[in-house]
């Protein structure tokens, strides 16, 4: 069920109402234990003021969340407490032996209340009256009650019953003394008493938690990320030392890091609810100051992200909460006029996306208008009317988070300042994200925030430009494409812009060396091959141009110094495995600065000029299985890779490999085909395909190239394959993958496009 502001209560589901009396149990266990110590300090010193105000607080505390949950005699007993400290802490009564026995017996009871809850979830049948009677004769100054001396469900403490000599020393102790001949005297017999017991059950929910201090978290995970760049170091000295057992060691210390960071980053996670609970209140309290009429929805309330990063992207989403219903959202009557209902919708939605946390404040008001926009920039001197018939769509929409900018017609508690967006972008850049605009007049409105998992360690790519290394992080890379003289992705120029013809798009590119400010040189005059990855940024997806892709590496995130923060084009540093510091690429900042928008008209310009149609042929892989060539549709291939052949599982008469989470089942192409090679290398090349949650892998002996399929089909040379082609002058054998993958995973559920394609060659 999606809340509304009205009914939020009716939201709450089973699971978290037990959440929160679990937490309060943790809490209640907690504070009642610290009551014990300072009831004790204070019948010693009945004039310290401070430890008073202390245990007043307490027990104020636990009788105010009991009533909201609804423990009815749990409130009462906590409240005749509250009502006798109150007294002590107004100086109208003086804390005697009688008064600390009271209060004692108050937490007591207390005690075996919320062992009750934990028990059963119910406070159970107690009986409370001798207890709020003894308090009230307390107060009042009178005799103890006569039904104080009789024994109660209420456990008293072990120490109470060693110092009473008589049965009648005191009435609170009375229970313990009349009951105390009938017990046997053999220890195995004994009985445990009521407190003990309390303590017994207590344990469930006491000891699975424990409060620690975000200061030691933080260093925990500074610590960690110490641990990740020793362990870097300790793999990459192990791989050149080619001695065995060091490379066994330093496996096993990369395996217990990497569970050992995984466990401390989880204990940093905390759901998106605790972000979003205060914003029903926001929404309800700004709608009614603006004229609106708001129903907020809220989906994906347990995703989970860093509690860093949840303090750093509050204010942003605050913002744009108020934003979207002074904004927005049209008032009801101007709802009505446009056949809409004059209740607006406003829905927070967050979910996992490519190892971001993606967060959209969506409302189906009146959108953002483009004209508007750009005639705003124009009237304040942001740009000129020029510039502004230039931009597209997209680039026009960003203006609104330029500083200065609003288009709010009068200045208000709300809005009109100009501050706002540009904070919202700042505040999100700062932490590796990135905020993103969608918008249709009359429809509404979308504003994306992309937020990475966690700031401290992160998966990353590591390149090489101009003879330095600089780190790329993964998340943010599509894929890496080789581009030599002989392939069809080539580097063009368009409007003097570099572009790549990769798989019938041009692709906008961007040289890193050139990016940072020195002058790169361009092999693919010479013939000689480049390396790009393809990247997502600002909205954008680009080529960046480097001279060497390495490797990929776990690395800690280390904060600039204030000097190069101005730079523009770097997110942080680190220590590699080798020792060297590199910095860390910030992706958005270089698809900003390279103006890709520019070059995307110009590239979309060219090829409707030059009428560049779709590839009416797949590109194929071209793959060695044994001493035979076999090519693989490129649109069939998910991802390449190598796994070492020690990954290799069997179970029964499979082989499998585990792969990204799941257990990946591995076809070798050279059974299939009935050609077995007797190459022996330390890793087994695999093309892997994936498709509706599935994946499998072929196993081939070699990757040998990339190529357009245009030659003419031969019929099938054999079984296992579809075909064959000539390519490079040598006949081809071309793969039948339906049946390579039926024969990989029989369950495997084929999309309807391969079905259709291969049925015949089956």
């Known amino acids: 069920m999606k809340p509304s502001t009205p009914d939020l ?96 017996r108050v937490v007591d009871v207390v005690r075996a209340l919320l062992a009750q809850i934990e028990r059963d979830g119910q406070e159970g049948d107690m009986e409370l009256e001798d207890v709020i009677a003894e308090v009230e004769a307390c107060i009042a100054g009178a005799p103890a009650p006569a039904a104080a001396a009789k024994p109660t469900q209420e456990p008293v403490a072990e120490t109470d019953a060693e110092v009473a000599p008589k049965a009648d020393a005191e009435p609170a102790q009375a229970p313990v003394a009349e009951a105390a001949p009938a017990q046997p005297e053999t220890p195995e017999a004994a009985t445990p008493a009521p407190a003990e017991e309390a303590a017994a059950s207590r344990r469930g929910v006491a000891d699975t938690s424990v409060r620690v201090d975000v200061d030691l978290l933080d260093k925990l995970m500074r610590l960690v990320g110490e641990l990740v760049l020793t362990r870097n170091q300790m793999v990459r000295a192990t791989e050149h030392a080619g001695d065995h057992t060091m490379s066994r060691a330093a496996q096993r210390l990369n395996l217990i890091t990497s569970e050992l960071q995984e466990g401390v980053m989880k204990t940093r996670m905390q759901p998106i609810s605790h972000l979003w609970s205060k914003l029903p209140r ?21 995703t989970e992200l860093d509690r860093s990063l949840l303090e750093a992207v509050k204010d942003p989403l605050t913002h744009l909460v108020r934003n979207a219903v002074d904004h927005g959202l049209e008032s009801p009557a101007d709802r009505v006029k446009a056949g809409k209902s004059p209740e607006g919708t406003l829905t927070l939605r967050a979910y996992h996306e490519h190892g971001h946390v993606v967060v959209e404040v969506a409302d189906d008001g009146k959108g953002v208008d483009p004209k508007l926009i750009g005639a705003t920039a124009v009237k304040r001197g942001l740009l000129t009317a020029e510039q502004v018939a230039a931009m597209d769509t997209d680039e026009v929409l960003r203006l609104v988070f330029r500083a200065g900018f609003s288009t709010a017609a009068k200045v208000s508690n709300v809005s009109g300042r100009g501050v706002g967006m540009d904070v919202v972008r700042t505040n999100l850049e700062a932490i590796g994200g990135a905020v993103d605009l969608r918008s249709v007049v009359g429809k509404g409105t979308t504003w994306r925030l992309t937020i990475p998992l966690t700031l401290a360690i992160v998966q990353a790519l590591i390149v090489e430009s101009d003879n330095e290394r600089y780190v790329l992080p993964q998340m943010s890379v599509r894929e890496l494409v080789s581009v030599e003289g002989q392939t069809s992705a080539r580097i063009e120029y368009v409007s003097g812009a570099p572009v790549c013809r990769l798989r019938g798009k041009l692709l906008p590119l961007v040289r890193l060396t050139e990016a940072l400010g020195g002058k790169a040189a361009r092999p693919e005059e010479n013939g000689e091959a480049i390396y790009i990855a393809v990247l997502n940024g600002e909205g954008h997806e680009f080529g960046l141009v480097v001279d060497r892709v390495l490797t990929t590496e776990e690395v800690v995130v280390k904060p600039l110094a204030s000097h190069l923060k101005d730079v523009g084009c770097y997110a942080g540093a680190t220590i590699l495995g080798d020792g060297r510091v590199s910095l860390i690429l910030d992706v958005l900042a270089l698809a900003r600065n390279a103006h890709l928008g520019n070059a995307e008209r110009a590239a979309a310009a060219a090829a409707a000029m030059a009428e560049v149609k779709p590839e009416t042929r797949d590109r194929l892989l071209v793959t060695r299985v044994s001493d035979r060539r076999v090519a693989i549709p490129l649109s069939m291939v998910t991802r390449l890779e190598e796994f070492p052949v020690q990954a290799v599982e069997r179970v029964g008469s499979r082989e499998v490999v585990q792969y990204r989470g799941q257990i990946l089942p591995v076809l070798r192409l050279s059974g299939l085909l009935g050609s077995w090679s007797e190459d022996v290398s330390d890793t087994v090349p695999a093309v892997v395909y994936s498709s509706g949650g599935h994946s499998v892998a072929l196993a081939v002996d070699g990757i040998l190239d990339i190529v357009d399929d245009t030659a003419p089909h031969g019929p099938s040379d054999g079984d296992g394959l579809s075909g064959s082609t000539v390519i490079d002058d040598k006949v081809t054998e071309l793969l039948d993958m339906r049946r390579a993958i039926m024969a990989a995973d029989p369950d495997f559920q084929l999309p309807e496009f391969v079905t259709r394609d291969y049925v015949e060659a089956s």
């Open 282 to 302: 926001v929404v309800r309290d700004l709608s009614n100051s603006v004229g609106r009429q708001v129903r907020l929805e809220l989906e994906g309330a347990e």
């Open 9 to 104: 209560e009716a939201w709450w589901s089973v699971e978290d109402f037990d959440d929160v009396v679990q937490e309060f149990l943790v809490e209640s266990y907690e504070n009642l234990d610290q009551l014990d110590q300072d009831l004790v300090a204070l019948e010693r010193d009945p004039t310290a003021r401070d430890r008073l105000a202390s245990v007043f607080r307490t027990i104020h505390t636990i009788k105010g969340t009991s009533g909201f949950l609804a423990f009815a005699k749990l409130e009462q007993v906590t409240h005749a407490g509250e009502s006798l400290l109150a007294r002590l802490r107004d100086g109208a009564q003086t804390l005697d032996r009688r008064g600390a026995d009271v209060l004692l």
